[in-house]
């Protein structure tokens, strides 16, 4: 357990509207990220945080922006929301584990359930 | 290119025997890690072992071990003596050192769903 919520848990909300996701993590980790899974594609990266204000995109951020004011919330917002955006979405924290702490290992939220009609 | 392929969708194994998840890669990275998770249908990821590309031995964590094959990139999950409760999603996911700046960036297979048989 990595200490991590997501909220809220399940959303449904129209196309077109604002939705913002939050995840929130305890333990202090820098590195934070957001997925998404869909059905056929496994989980794919849409954001990520390497610290307070620092953020970059990943393979998926069309239609996301992500913000980091603390270093406990990472927040996700799709700025409009679309069908194509109904999906499974997953914060995640990279953790130091193994035997010499050297290890980066990821560890995930409970996931949100979002659909967009 | 798919970094990650995991070409069985679905496995099915009788209670108590062993079975094995495949998964391959693709990198030119020298430093990686590789992963598998367990997701079962309550949803949630847990995390099951972990792989150095320079580990000189597969990791073992219990009844789960990856069969780490550098030179064919290949890193199957082998569970042991399968139980009801490994009835779920498996994925394998990357970790590519990328000079420093991925950042930790997993990259996941489609995943397998791994169905136990009493």
């Known amino acids: 357990d990595a200490g991590i919520t997501q909220s809220p848990r399940h959303k449904v909300t129209e196309t077109g509207t604002p939705v913002t996701l939050r995840c929130h993590q305890t333990e202090n980790h820098r590195y934070m990220y957001w997925y998404r899974q869909d059905p056929g594609h496994g989980l794919r990266l849409i954001h990520y945080?390497?610290?307070?204000?620092?953020?970059d995109k990943g393979e998926v951020s069309d239609g996301y922006s992500v913000s980091r004011s603390k270093t406990e919330d990472f927040l996700l917002t799709l700025e409009s929301a679309t069908s194509s955006q109904t999906s499974v979405y997953f914060c995640a924290i990279s953790k130091k584990t193994g035997r010499s702490g050297g290890q980066e290992t990821q560890y995930f939220g409970p996931g949100t359930r979002l659909l967009v009609l | 290119a798919q970094k990650i392929t995991q070409t069985q969708p679905g496995m099915f194994v009788q209670e108590k025997e062993a079975v094995t998840l495949d998964c391959t890669y693709d990198?030119?990275?020298?430093?990686?890690?590789l992963f598998w998770y367990k997701q079962p249908s309550s949803g949630e990821m847990i995390f099951l072992i972990y792989?150095?590309?320079?580990?000189?031995q597969n990791a073992t964590e219990g009844r789960y071990s990856l069969n780490f094959q550098k030179a064919r990139k290949s890193a199957n999950l082998v569970i042991s003596a399968s139980q009801l409760g490994d009835s779920a999603m498996y994925f394998c996911?990357?970790?590519?050192?990328?000079?420093?700046?991925?950042?930790?960036?997993?990259?996941f297979g489609q995943g397998t769903i791994l169905t136990v048989h009493p």
């Open positions: 945080s390497y610290g307070v204000k620092d953020t």
């Open positions: 792989q150095g590309s320079y580990d000189e």
């Open positions: 996911a990357m970790r590519e050192a990328a000079g420093g700046t991925s950042y930790g960036k997993l990259t």
């Open positions: 990198t030119s990275d020298q430093s990686y890690g």
